[in-house]
């Protein structure tokens, strides 16, 4: 396709409007007419483009002209050449554009490269960029430039765009500052304006012609500074309102440097020293950077002073890129925050830490569906619960949007409060059905729910639509385990069953989202085969006597994920039981009587003395005795006393009443209020919980 050259000429009186020629056309003439035909000026354009209609004489010459000139004859307007302008004394006329070929050589310029070595790159030096001399050169630059710049998604890669798509091509260095900090959306920063600069970029000194970079071994002094301009420019400057810089800020267009404006603004930007990275003449635009409500920085071009200066064009150039940076970067300051904003609603949705249940170690990972959308309705927790038991719950609302995030830190906190009141599973999940339905009539989602105690090495499990779980026994052997699957939480209506099943020591209980095992490419049941078969295989690594460590295990179970696998959010809670042996447990009833704290004290006597555990006897048998006094004061059934011998030595008290007890200053006249005051300044933790059919208060002592 052969290009055309840009011209600003429109077709004389006479010429076929249909020839695209326009007033470059040439008709046959005769000679006669030729010589007869009076010098005729070119018609007269003004500044918006627009050419005035030719008078009657100029239309009558233009065509006789044309029907008298002798074929390859070209048609002229005088005695001049083909483009001859018209005379300099002229008042109120427009030269029309030249060709960009036909300009002939200044004093002074190098020589430029004719059109063709534009096009194919001849005739330019190695490593230095081809000048843009025509406005189609200066679009296409912009086209690309502004797609460059588009394709960044944030900060960094929106100012790295900017820098890469100038250098070299519009300019030979670039120095980008912003705002610190960054206004976000419809902020407005109280405090002083105060640009960073963020980054800087230029054209390495010399370039070989493999396209490699030598050192330069005597550099000029201008270009020896433009290297060091990032040593040279300050970082920081404060705009002073009312300064020559704020008012070039203010005005949002880019200036030329020698201009007035400019070169009062450009030494409060660029510092004390920063004046001498700057070339001579117009080789530097200094541009603000506007987003959408206000100034966020500025850019300056800079161009070395061998290279062609910068031409009024250039500065239509140099707007578009900074806005197009501009309008960028205040999305991509958007964006990170809510990209903050969506991981500070997934750490206080999600736990931050696990806890430390006695005879259980617990391990978890999340992943969310894509990077760009971090927060979803998986989620997973582990509650402790009165007796060392521990609560597992792992749960998926439809979706994986901010809304769905939001109904998931309602669902999870409800059921960390059921898990308060020490409720059997099924009738979490029922209340968890509740609350959905009160959120609203297309809330749904999937939960299980399950319970680990770690002294009968029994776990209890209600299951509302999730996956089932996957039992990873000591040997090896992976299982799924047969657990009724309930209808969703949110459908209403339903009721929700609970299974026992036995928890041995050593065993791995594994609770995951649908994410894990399900996608484009597998169905469900066929991920969780994949699933349980690769937990096998794990665990064949460590051997039949030793269980998988579980950090690894987690590790290993979301790599069976190809690349495609993944089209939804990951929740992975993995339990190892490791259980209370019985010769770590002492348990009795004790009968609501007087005489109930003094066997108390006995029966803990023996037990620590059984345990080789004889230096805690005084504190265990005087808090032993404030709690059970307490306890057989208002019960009416059989208050129970568990002692368990872990990495501490816990003390467990129940009885029938729900009520509990309250710490409280006693006053000197009072005859109890006291227990309570000995147990916090003796134990290391204590606490009460309210149980279903009553409560239990606890408390821990260091073994040593």
């Not at 994986?400 to 830190?409: L, V």
């Not at 794990?538 to 269980?547: F, K, N, V």
């Not at 265990?620 to 129970?640: D, F, H």
């Not at 006693?666 to 227990?675: P, Q, V």
Request: with cysteine; hydrophobic share 40%; charged share 25%.
């Amino acid at each position: 396709m052969t290009e055309q050259p840009i011209s600003f000429e429109h077709p004389q009186a006479g010429a076929d409007p249909s020839d695209p020629r326009g007033a470059l056309l040439r008709a046959p003439a005769s000679p006669a007419s030729t010589a007869a035909t009076a010098p005729t000026a070119l018609p007269v354009q003004d500044r918006t483009g627009d050419t005035p209609a030719a008078g009657p004489a100029t239309a009558a010459a233009c065509a006789q002209e044309k029907e008298t000139a002798p074929p390859g004859t070209p048609m002229t307007s005088g005695t001049g050449p083909e483009h001859t302008q018209p005379s300099a004394t002229e008042d109120g006329t427009h030269r029309p554009r030249p060709v960009t070929e036909g300009i002939p050589a200044q004093p002074g310029d190098e020589p430029r490269p004719g059109a063709a070595e534009r096009r194919s790159g001849l005739g330019v030096a190695p490593g230095r960029p081809m000048p843009m001399r025509r406005d189609g050169d200066r679009l296409r630059f912009v086209g690309a430039a502004t797609r460059r710049i588009a394709r960044g998604i944030d900060l960094d890669e929106i100012v790295m765009g900017l820098c890469r798509a100038t250098v070299p091509t519009f300019s030979d260095a670039i120095l980008v500052y912003l705002r610190d900090p960054l206004p976000v959306g419809d902020e407005r920063p109280t405090g002083p304006v105060v640009l960073r600069l963020r980054r800087t970029d230029r054209i390495p000194e010399e370039r070989d012609t493999d396209g490699g970079f030598g050192p330069v071994l005597q550099p000029e002094p201008e270009l020896s500074e433009m290297s060091a301009m990032s040593a040279v420019a300050a970082e920081l400057c404060e705009v002073r309102p009312g300064g020559a810089l704020a008012e070039v800020l203010r005005g949002v267009r880019p200036v030329f440097a020698d201009t007035p404006a400019a070169r009062a603004a450009l030494p409060e930007l660029l510092g004390d020293d920063g004046e001498l990275i700057v070339p001579a003449g117009q080789r530097a635009i200094l541009a603000p950077l506007r987003g959408r409500r206000r100034v966020i920085g500025a850019a300056v071009f800079l161009r070395r002073p061998e290279r062609h200066v910068f031409e009024a064009d250039d500065l239509l150039v140099a707007a578009q890129l900074a806005t197009h940076s501009a309008l960028g970067i205040d999305k991509a300051v958007l964006y990170g925050r809510e990209a903050y904003i969506a991981d500070e609603l997934q750490r206080t949705m999600l736990p931050e830490h696990l806890p430390r249940p006695t005879g259980v170690r617990l391990a978890s990972r999340y992943l969310p569906a894509a990077e760009t959308a971090r927060v979803g309705g998986d989620w997973y927790d582990a509650i402790p619960l009165p007796g060392s038991r521990v609560a597992l719950v792992v749960g998926d609302v439809m979706g994986h949007s901010m809304t769905s995030a939001a109904i998931m830190g309602q669902l999870r906190t409800t059921a960390q409060t059921l898990a308060g009141l020490d409720l059997p599973p099924q009738e979490v999940l029922h209340h968890l059905d509740e609350q959905a339905q009160r959120l609203g009539s297309d809330r749904m989602a999937t939960c299980l729910y399950a319970v680990y105690d770690p002294v009968s090495h029994r776990i209890t499990i209600a299951n509302a639509g999730h996956p089932p779980p996957v039992l990873l026994h000591l040997g090896g052997r992976a299982e799924v385990l047969r657990v009724p699957p309930g209808a969703p939480i949110g459908v209403g209506g339903v009721d929700f069953e609970a299974v026992e099943l036995d928890a041995p020591a050593g065993a791995t209980l594994l609770l995951y989202t649908d994410g894990l095992v399900e996608s484009r490419l597998r169905d469900v049941w066929t991920g969780i085969e994949q699933l349980r078969e690769r937990l096998a295989a794990t665990a064949q690594l460590t051997g039949p006597d030793h269980p998988p460590p579980l950090e690894a295990l987690c590790d290993e179970v979301l790599d069976m994920l190809g690349p495609g696998d993944r089209d939804d959010d990951i929740a992975l809670l993995a339990a190892r039981f490791d259980g209370i042996a019985p010769s770590d447990v002492a348990y009795w009833f004790l009968e609501p009587e007087d005489a109930a704290p003094g066997r108390a004290r006995r029966l803990a006597r023996r037990a620590l003395s059984r345990w080789g555990l004889e230096e805690l006897s005084d504190s265990v048998e005087l808090l032993v005795s404030e709690v059970v006094t307490n306890a057989v004061r208002y019960a009416s059934r059989p208050v129970t006393l568990r002692l368990l011998r872990t990495d501490v030595l816990r003390c467990e008290v129940g009885d029938d009443v729900p009520q509990l007890p309250r710490l409280r200053q006693a006053r000197a006249t009072d005859e109890g209020g006291r227990g309570l005051y000995l147990v916090n300044r003796l134990a290391r933790r204590w606490g009460a919980t309210r149980l279903s059919t009553g409560k239990v208060v606890w408390f821990e002592l260091n073994r040593s």
